[in-house]
């Protein structure tokens, strides 16, 4: 009844031809979000904070890309 919360696998989606998989990192802070850049417009969507390598690792596997596909921002 009362206790530990289960983590439910959330899905996410995104349209490949509209959206390209990207890493954002600070540099003051060295904070790393995972989200989605818009081909056209250019504009970042952050969906996940990535506080260790499991979060990075499952939002790979939500949108079935591996962590060497996804762009890099800084």
Do not use: H, W
């Not at 890493?23 to 250019?42: D, R």
């Amino acid at each position: 009844m009362f206790g530990i919360k289960k983590k439910t696998k959330v899905e996410i989606k995104y349209d490949p031809e509209v959206e390209q998989p990207a890493l954002k990192t600070s540099i003051c802070t060295g904070e790393k979000v995972a989200g989605f850049i818009n081909i056209n417009s250019k504009k970042f969507r952050d969906v996940v904070l990535v506080r260790n390598s499991k979060d990075l690792d499952d939002f790979c596997q939500a949108i079935g890309v591996r962590e060497e596909d996804l762009k890099s921002i800084v």
